[in-house]
């Protein structure tokens, strides 16, 4: 029997430079150019709602929460974990986190209106969204209790509190939750706080200079 050969495509990366360009105006444009479906990285129903369960296991598991503090980029990660632990337990308090340089959904949400930012200058490269997306700025308007910022400073401190304490790497931009944390950034706060440390998306090498005191 004669095997069947498939010929998988060379797909050819376009250089972007991150403080100029707009990488969702690339990434559509390839998909046009070489009929590639998009997929979303948070502005979607299905997308928000997957990423919700990232708050609705920890509930389900531990019970009911004073407050839930967890990363803000595009805003699908914390529009789906508010919708899952307010839709369960109403009093909970959801506080989303997000680096100084790139506040837009703070902004926006105090303007009552998506706001465009200029590209945000911050190792917390995950949450260098310019503008809310449309879906998740929606359900964030409505279900959000209050966004709290930190400097990378803090984001490295929590990097490398994570590292030490909690033996947990942790990419910048899942380190600002307890960033918020361990500088008061969150307020008072009641007994029972949950945390969503987002992601390890960081190499050893940025990883290590990340964590060096003083870099």
Same mark, same amino acid.
């Given at each position: 029997?004669?095997? *069947?050969?498939?010929?998988?495509?060379?797909?050819?990366? +376009?250089?972007?430079? +991150?403080?100029?360009? !707009?990488?969702?105006?690339?990434?559509?444009?390839?998909?046009?150019?070489?009929?590639?479906?998009?997929?979303?990285?948070?502005?979607?129903?299905?997308?928000?709602?997957?990423?919700?369960?990232?708050?609705?296991?920890?509930?389900?598991?531990?019970?009911?929460?004073? #407050?839930?503090? #967890?990363?803000?980029?595009?805003?699908?990660?914390?529009?789906?974990? #508010?919708?899952?632990?307010?839709?369960?337990?109403? #009093?909970?308090?959801?506080?989303?986190?997000?680096?100084?340089?790139?506040?837009?959904?703070?902004?926006?949400?105090? =303007?009552? +209106?998506?706001?465009? *930012?200029?590209?945000? +200058?911050?190792?917390? !490269?995950?949450? =260098?969204?310019?503008?809310?997306?449309?879906?998740?700025?929606?359900?964030?308007?409505?279900?959000?209790?209050?966004?709290?910022?930190?400097? !990378?400073?803090?984001?490295?401190?929590?990097?490398?509190?994570?590292?030490?304490?909690?033996?947990? *790497?942790?990419?910048?931009?899942?380190?600002?939750?307890?960033?918020?944390?361990?500088?008061?950034? =969150?307020?008072?706060?009641?007994?029972?706080?949950?945390?969503?440390?987002?992601?390890?998306?960081?190499?050893?090498?940025?990883?290590?200079?990340?964590?060096?005191?003083?870099?």
């Amino acid at each position: 029997m004669r095997g *069947v050969g498939y010929r998988t495509p060379v797909l050819r990366s +376009r250089t972007l430079d +991150r403080c100029t360009g !707009d990488r969702a105006a690339v990434a559509e444009s390839l998909a046009a150019e070489r009929g590639l479906t998009l997929v979303p990285p948070y502005d979607h129903p299905h997308v928000i709602a997957g990423q919700g369960t990232a708050a609705l296991e920890p509930v389900e598991e531990t019970g009911e929460l004073g #407050a839930l503090i #967890a990363p803000v980029g595009g805003g699908g990660l914390i529009a789906g974990s #508010a919708v899952a632990v307010k839709g369960l337990h109403p #009093a909970t308090r959801v506080i989303g986190v997000e680096p100084e340089a790139g506040d837009d959904t703070r902004r926006s949400l105090e =303007a009552g +209106r998506r706001v465009t *930012v200029p590209v945000p +200058r911050t190792i917390a !490269d995950g949450q =260098a969204a310019l503008t809310p997306g449309e879906l998740t700025f929606a359900v964030n308007r409505r279900l959000l209790d209050e966004v709290v910022l930190v400097d !990378d400073e803090a984001i490295k401190e929590a990097m490398r509190f994570a590292f030490t304490r909690l033996k947990t *790497v942790l990419e910048p931009s899942g380190a600002t939750p307890p960033a918020a944390l361990l500088t008061g950034r =969150a307020g008072p706060l009641p007994p029972r706080v949950g945390l969503i440390l987002s992601g390890g998306n960081v190499d050893t090498e940025r990883f290590a200079r990340l964590r060096a005191p003083g870099d």
